[in-house]
């Protein structure tokens, strides 16, 4: 069984390969400067198309976590943690907090990006605490 | 400036059982409810000219309400099926509002109806769970949607200082309520060690922090307020209602402890002209513990970040300063998914008519009922009194 897999779609592909080549990809507006995720046709704050591919410094703050104790199919191992991260840049994603006792997880610590493969073409971000390195 | 204050009221209000009800399909759940629904109003289907009801999980149909309509074999002039998740229930009462001062409908049946708990395989109901973030920057993560309430819960606690036992004691409560409900899914009393040594789902939420997984149905009926003088029960009026919206995928949440429940009530109470204060009882979206607790606040009943201390000191069980969600809600009365609150709202009307028996709040004149859908996204509140002033 294989874990979930991203929707495949223009942006979602430009997205996923940076993650192939180690990219945490953000869009950044020419007209605004604001740095938005997830990827968007328009820029969400001034809706300009100005829009051009960033990558992202991959360092951000655990803005809140949870650890899974009841996994959402076989293919995912429990426990497992699901955190939002803020990233330098600004925006929020949703990700993992791996290589570390779920003990160890808590909101305000800083995390570093690195990649995980999802399946024979899919490569996505997930974070470790950088107290662990 | 023309309101919507006090032009409708509820005229007829039903659940069918509720639980476990293998005998039943949704569609049957949904027929049940209205049929019991126009008998407490004692009224006949000939009358009822407009529906509104909320596609089932477990029997979808492209055309709901005019499914349910033709079921039923009426012809409404005014008929939707309306999606908004746990929110649903209380955004289409001012639709239905609306069309009734507009004239567009005079008698409104509201009814909802699913079985999650019979209809639905398990693997159907974890593939339904799994769809719920955004398909191509959450659901890969293997979120549950224990978990997503989770990450609102553990900011609180991170922010706050707020605790477990807090959480804990909003599942007590509820089944406190229960407990004197007849009709609810889960009567027997827990206590805050149950909840904290029940198994960990997402931390930090227990199985008993999360709400049930039931079959159920009910119905109101709907009319203009002076239609309503003429009914069989005294009208339940509709004083105020409000909407508030922030994001859909909660990793776009602008903040993880203050949502748009703040908005939605106040929109609610400047309608009503009344104030948290004035509120005998409260209805509060209970799918997790920790959205009781985010309500608690941003309804304007304790500040912000008190919602803790609130549930400990002045109590929202029986006859606590506060009696929240006196049926027991999702939490031990039932959830059937998306027509969840319509049993907040059939409670409500009975609590206004001081017929709910052991459950009742003494001389309950004004209640406020709150919903929401989505994580934490999308909002709405009602404020139901009972007399116009």
């Known amino acids: 069984m294989e874990r979930i897999q991203p929707a495949s779609g223009a942006l979602a592909d430009a997205y996923i390969a940076g993650c192939r080549v180690g990219e945490l990809r953000l869009q950044r507006c020419g007209h605004c400067g604001t740095h938005q995720f997830y990827p968007r046709i328009m ?32 293919a995912y191992e429990a426990p497992y943690v699901v955190a939002l991260i803020k990233l330098e840049e600004g925006p929020t994603l949703m990700s993992h907090v791996v290589g570390c006792a779920s003990e160890a997880v808590a909101v305000g610590l800083t995390v570093r990006v690195k990649f995980a493969r999802w399946s024979e073409s899919i490569t996505l971000p997930v974070f470790t605490l950088d107290s662990q390195r | 400036m023309n309101s ?40 006949g289907k000939e009358e009822v000219d407009g529906l509104v009801t909320c596609n089932s999980m477990a029997q979808p149909m492209l055309y709901h309400a005019e499914a349910i309509a033709e079921y039923l074999n009426i012809a409404p002039r005014y008929c939707f099926a309306a999606g908004a998740g746990g929110g649903t229930t209380f955004s289409v009462l001012h639709h239905a509002a609306s069309a009734i001062v507009t004239g567009m409908a005079d008698v409104v049946v509201i009814a909802m109806a699913d079985s999650l708990r019979s209809g639905l395989t398990r693997d159907q109901a974890m593939l339904m769970q799994s769809s719920t973030g955004h398909p191509q920057y959450e659901q890969p993560y293997g979120p549950t949607v224990p978990a997503y309430y989770a990450l609102i819960a553990q900011a609180h606690m991170a922010r706050f200082g707020t605790l477990p036992e807090h959480f804990a004691e909003i599942a007590v409560a509820c089944r406190a309520h229960a407990a004197r409900n007849p009709a609810a899914q889960m009567r027997e009393l827990i206590t805050v060690d149950d909840v904290l040594n029940s198994r960990m789902i997402a931390d930090p939420l227990h199985l008993l922090d999360c709400s049930l997984v039931s079959d159920g149905g009910a119905a109101i009926i709907l009319t203009s307020a002076e239609r309503a003088r003429h009914f069989q029960h005294p009208p339940v009026y ?18 993880l402890t203050t949502s748009a429940a703040r908005e939605s009530g106040q929109r609610a109470y400047a309608m009503a002209g009344l104030r948290p204060a004035d509120m005998d009882f409260a209805q509060l979206y209970d799918c997790f513990t920790p959205t009781v607790l985010v309500e608690l606040e941003d309804l304007g009943f304790c500040a912000k970040g008190e919602g803790g201390a609130f549930v400990s000191e002045a109590g929202i069980g029986p006859g606590g300063r506060l009696p929240v969600n006196t049926h027991g809600g999702l939490l031990s009365h039932c959830h059937p998914g998306n027509p969840g609150s319509m049993f907040a709202l059939t409670e409500s009307v009975w609590q206004l008519r001081h017929t709910a028996g052991e459950r009742q709040v003494d001389n309950a004149r004004c209640g406020l009922l709150h919903a929401q859908g989505g994580i934490m996204s999308s909002h709405s509140t009602l404020i139901l009194g009972k007399e116009l002033g």
Do not use: N, Y
């Open chain 1, 43 to 74: 820029c969400g704050s001034c809706l300009s198309d100005d829009l051009e591919w960033a990558a992202a410094s991959g360092r951000g703050e655990i803005l809140s976590f949870t650890v899974v104790r009841r996994p959402i199919s076989k």
């Open chain 2, 4 to 43: 919507l204050r006090g032009k409708v009221a509820i005229v007829g209000a039903a659940d069918t059982r509720v639980g476990v009800v293998p005998d039943r399909t949704a569609t049957e759940l949904c027929i049940e409810s209205i049929l019991l629904a126009l008998a407490d109003a004692g009224i």
């Open chain 2, 238 to 255: 509709v004083l105020g209602m409000g909407e508030g919206r922030g994001h859909e995928h909660i990793s776009q949440a602008a903040d």
